[in-house]
């Protein structure tokens, strides 16, 4: 068999022999830092007159004589390694000759100013803790190329560190979502990633098969099912964040694998799950941003104030005063496939109204014909309790007051059936298991499903979803 092997740089290597003929391991052991770079700046005051011990990686290096500069960039930032080789130990000196760009080393010291005022380490030693045998790109590399971007994004966040902070930034809006949940006593909990049945929405399953059962399973298009199956064995407040896949496209808005809030409240409705929305939205927002006025791109989004409107409504300000039949031909223009007044307005809605959502809007009100898990409402035949929240034109939540009577639930699944038989293929499978769940009693109950990914857009001010997910899927070079 043939081995598999990469082309590293043939300099360092040659490099790399040399380090070790010269007695040094370049790839060294533990190494404790004093504290992270933008730390050292910033208690220069303190610890000026302390030995310290800074780390990261070498982003430039430049000679002067007997004097060098490094830049030295660890996960906080970059902190100058000013060197004067009168200073260092033997062995330090004879490592100089090997460090170049893309190295990780230890520096250990005194923190200085030199003449231009700049904060930096001024070592008496110098460590090798890992060589790089492969050069860093041009700089233009993590800023222009996006494709190559996003194929090799550890060098992404190593030579652009607006994309390491988005990610960062990410993870804040996650951390200040559970601690909110957390606060109001809100339990997460792990479901499954395979299932048998591809449940809780709308969408086109990915397929595994289970060897040890012999058996096909689906990955988790959503957490809905199982966390309604929590509801009915006692429990009243639970939420997952994990990963949903959906067999669909892909673009700025859209990854086949992306990051789900899902939560359920027993006893409760649309209202409350509207008041946590905002809840949820806007402490993401100020967790990761300090305001709740954000830029994105040109517009500037207030998540101080949401806006409410219906479904209906909404598509009679661009369609007018038409009647039901005459709303139904319009949809057909774009889907053959409609043929109710409530999938007509949701086709509308999606094609003509909602690219027109700039700042924080409920949309409710929705059609039953598109929302087989959700309660219907009692004044308004064909349709349910259910809002979804746009912004920017992109759907962020979507929540229902939850269908919890067995029976209509068993109408529903079977209206799904009959859509599947007419050649819709996104179309919710019939779950006999959670129908008998539901049997033992389900207490009434709101719930609301937030993509996590696309609020991280929001919050980050990111033009696709890409940017905020560390390695997303890419076709085939």
Same mark, same amino acid.
């Given at each position: 068999m043939e081995k598999s092997s990469v082309d590293f740089d043939k300099d360092r290597l040659e490099k790399l022999n040399a380090l070790r003929i010269e007695g040094f391991e370049?790839?060294?052991?533990? $190494?404790?830092?004093?504290?992270?770079? *933008?730390?050292?700046k910033g208690g220069f005051e303190r610890l000026n007159d302390s030995m310290i011990k800074a780390a990261g990686r070498i982003i430039a290096r430049r000679d002067h004589g007997k004097i060098k500069f490094l830049d030295l960039r660890d996960d906080s930032g970059t902190i100058q390694v000013y060197i004067l080789e009168e200073r260092l130990d033997a062995k330090s000196k004879k490592?100089? +000759?090997?460090?170049?760009? =893309?190295? /990780? *080393?230890?520096?250990?010291?005194r923190l200085t100013k030199t003449k231009t005022?700049?904060?930096? #380490?001024?070592?008496?030693? *110098?460590? /090798?803790l890992a060589k790089a045998l492969l050069p860093l790109p041009p700089k233009?590399? =993590?800023?222009?190329?996006?494709?190559?971007?996003?194929?090799? &994004?550890?060098?992404d966040f190593i030579m652009n560190p607006d994309s390491k902070e988005k990610i960062k930034k990410s993870s804040e809006v996650i951390a200040g979502i559970r601690g909110l949940l957390d606060k109001k006593g809100f339990i997460e909990v792990i479901v499954p990633i395979l299932q048998p049945i591809p449940g809780g929405a709308h969408a086109r399953p990915f397929v595994t098969h289970y060897n040890a059962l012999d058996r096909d399973l689906y990955l988790k298009i959503a957490s809905e099912l199982y966390l309604k199956r929590m509801l009915v064995g006692g429990f009243e407040k639970v939420y997952d964040i994990s990963k949903d $896949? &959906?067999?669909e496209g892909v673009d700025t808005r859209h990854n086949p694998e992306f990051t789900m809030l899902e939560l359920y409240q027993a006893y409760g409705d649309l209202s409350d799950m509207m008041n946590l929305t905002q809840e949820i939205v806007k402490a993401a927002v100020y967790t990761s941003n300090g305001t709740?006025? #954000?830029?994105? =791109? +040109?517009?500037?989004?207030? $998540?101080?104030?949401?806006?409410?409107?219906?479904?209906?409504?909404?598509?009679r300000e661009v369609t007018g005063n038409i009647n039901n039949n005459e709303m139904i031909e319009r949809a057909k223009k774009i889907d053959k496939k409609v043929t109710t007044y409530g999938e007509a307005i949701n086709t509308l809605f999606e094609e003509e109204v909602q690219k027109t959502v700039i700042q924080p809007t409920f949309i409710t009100n929705f059609p039953v014909e598109v929302s087989p898990l959700a309660k219907s409402m009692k004044n308004a035949p064909g349709f349910v309790y259910r809002f979804e929240l746009y912004v920017m034109g992109t759907e962020i939540a979507n929540a229902f007051s939850e269908l919890n009577d067995p029976l209509e639930q068993i109408e529903r699944f079977n209206f799904e059936a009959s859509r599947k038989?007419? =050649? #819709? +293929?996104?179309?919710?499978? $019939? +779950? &006999?298991d959670f129908i008998e769940a539901l049997g033992y009693g389900m207490p009434p109950t709101g719930g609301v499903g937030i993509g996590i990914d696309r609020l991280q857009m929001l919050c980050t001010n990111s033009k696709s979803i890409k940017e905020v997910i560390p390695f997303p899927q890419l076709k085939t070079l």
């Open positions: 370049p790839y060294g052991d533990r $190494f404790e830092k004093t504290a992270s770079n *933008i730390e050292l490592l100089l +000759d090997f460090l170049e760009p =893309g190295d /990780i *080393i230890g520096a250990e010291g005022g700049e904060i930096s #380490v001024l070592p008496n030693k *110098i460590l /090798i233009w590399y =993590g800023l222009e190329d996006t494709e190559k971007r996003y194929r090799k &994004r550890y060098l $896949f &959906r067999n709740f006025s #954000v830029p994105y =791109g +040109d517009a500037k989004l207030d $998540f101080s104030k949401f806006s409410t409107k219906t479904m209906e409504g909404s598509v038989e007419k =050649g #819709v +293929d996104e179309t919710q499978e $019939f +779950d &006999r």
